[in-house]
């Protein structure tokens, strides 16, 4: 037996049997879109009930990244099919979520958002017309430890970074759903989501287009605030981490016409990837009123008052 094989079954059995007849135990063997759905049979048909497991989640990125190893190139086809199937998973809500319920876990996540992470996210968009400041990402910390915002992270072994969405905000149930799990990406999907939760918040209706591009700049921020070094990948994020170098020089402002163009630069490069571009959101949830926007008002005052004080203020 192949160690691959060994190591496989430690995980998941079943995987490891079908990948053996199907590769007679090669771990040299590079996977095909025909060998993905014959692997991974059981696991299709059973997702469709049940959540992909941690173990199961390991094992499809052990034995995919045995493939890479022996011709990346070639596998090409068979990671396209694995994504496939991991973004039918994601849509179903099988990608193993977990709500964050402790304060041990819940803390970390508004401490972030309150660190420098975002202090330098200040800006009005040209789009929702929202302005954003360090305070918002501290009033969705505080919503998050208050349990008003449901955390949930996906624990598939590193699968469901392979998911299209990075993560996702349902503003209807008010849910944060995180599925990178490498701690750099992490952090800055919390904080493109956390755009979401300040405009599901502020009950401003806008655009799907405008929303994705106020979440993709503040992001950008913070990125380039932690990680400068980041590599640009994808146009959405090259135009949206030159709009964010404006807002951290301090030029994103109304009046300045390359901030202007560098904003419809990002909601064009949305447009391209996103399927929702052109369709307006309400935030207003049925029979909510204006609860949440009330509720986020008080919040933010509190936090100002505070920070206020702290600085020997009134």
């Given at each position: 037996?192949?160690?691959?094989?060994?190591?496989?079954?430690?995980?998941?059995?079943?995987?490891?049997?079908?990948?053996?007849?199907?590769?007679?135990?090669?771990?040299k063997?590079?996977?095909?879109?025909?060998?993905?759905?014959?692997?991974?049979?059981?696991?299709i048909?059973?997702?469709?009930?049940?959540?992909?497991?941690?173990?199961?989640?390991?094992?499809?990125?052990?034995?995919?990244?045995?493939?890479?190893?022996?011709?990346?190139?070639?596998?090409?086809?068979?990671?396209?099919?694995?994504?496939?199937?991991?973004?039918?998973?994601?849509?179903?809500?099988?990608?193993?979520?977990?709500?964050?319920?402790?304060?041990d876990?819940?803390?970390p996540?508004?401490?972030?958002?309150?660190?420098?992470?975002?202090?330098?996210?200040?800006?009005?968009?040209?789009?929702?017309k929202?302005?954003?400041?360090?305070?918002?990402?501290?009033?969705?910390?505080?919503?998050?430890?208050?349990?008003?915002?449901?955390?949930?992270?996906?624990?598939?072994g590193?699968?469901?970074?392979?998911?299209?969405?990075?993560?996702?905000?349902?503003?209807?149930?008010?849910?944060?759903?995180?599925?990178?799990?490498?701690?750099?990406?992490?952090?800055?999907?919390?904080?493109?989501?956390?755009?979401h939760?300040?405009?599901?918040?502020?009950?401003?209706?806008?655009?799907?287009?405008?929303?994705?591009?106020?979440?993709?700049?503040?992001?950008?921020?913070?990125?380039?605030?932690?990680?400068?070094?980041?590599?640009?990948?994808g146009?959405?994020?090259?135009?949206?981490?030159?709009?964010?170098?404006?807002?951290?020089?301090?030029?994103?402002?109304?009046?300045?016409?390359?901030w202007q163009?560098?904003?419809?630069?990002?909601?064009?490069?949305?447009?391209?990837?996103?399927?929702?571009?052109?369709?307006?959101?309400?935030?207003?949830?049925?029979?909510?009123?204006?609860?949440?926007?009330?509720?986020?008002?008080?919040?933010l005052?509190?936090?100002?008052?505070?920070?206020?004080?702290?600085?020997?203020?009134?």
């Amino acid at each position: 037996m192949s160690k691959l094989f060994d190591d496989l079954a430690a995980l998941d059995k079943n995987i490891a049997d079908r990948w053996k007849r199907r590769t007679r135990d090669n771990d040299k063997h590079v996977l095909s879109v025909k060998d993905i759905d014959y692997i991974l049979d059981d696991v299709i048909k059973s997702a469709r009930t049940t959540s992909i497991t941690e173990k199961q989640g390991s094992a499809i990125v052990m034995l995919f990244n045995a493939s890479i190893a022996a011709d990346a190139e070639k596998s090409a086809a068979a990671r396209d099919r694995i994504i496939y199937y991991v973004n039918s998973w994601e849509t179903a809500f099988r990608l193993n979520l977990k709500a964050f319920v402790m304060d041990d876990e819940l803390r970390p996540i508004a401490d972030f958002l309150r660190n420098g992470a975002v202090s330098r996210i200040a800006f009005k968009s040209p789009g929702t017309k929202i302005s954003y400041a360090p305070f918002d990402y501290i009033a969705v910390g505080k919503l998050i430890l208050n349990r008003n915002v449901t955390v949930l992270r996906s624990m598939t072994g590193g699968l469901s970074v392979l998911a299209e969405d990075r993560g996702k905000y349902f503003h209807e149930e008010n849910v944060l759903i995180i599925n990178n799990v490498e701690p750099r990406a992490a952090r800055i999907t919390l904080v493109h989501e956390g755009t979401h939760v300040i405009q599901d918040w502020q009950d401003v209706s806008s655009f799907a287009h405008y929303d994705e591009a106020d979440a993709f700049i503040a992001a950008a921020v913070a990125e380039l605030t932690l990680y400068p070094d980041a590599l640009e990948t994808g146009d959405v994020k090259k135009k949206a981490r030159a709009a964010a170098q404006m807002v951290i020089d301090k030029t994103a402002i109304d009046t300045n016409k390359d901030w202007q163009r560098a904003y419809k630069n990002v909601v064009t490069a949305v447009g391209l990837v996103y399927k929702e571009y052109g369709l307006r959101i309400d935030k207003v949830k049925k029979g909510e009123g204006a609860s949440e926007r009330t509720k986020y008002k008080a919040l933010l005052q509190k936090i100002i008052t505070a920070d206020n004080i702290a600085k020997g203020g009134a």
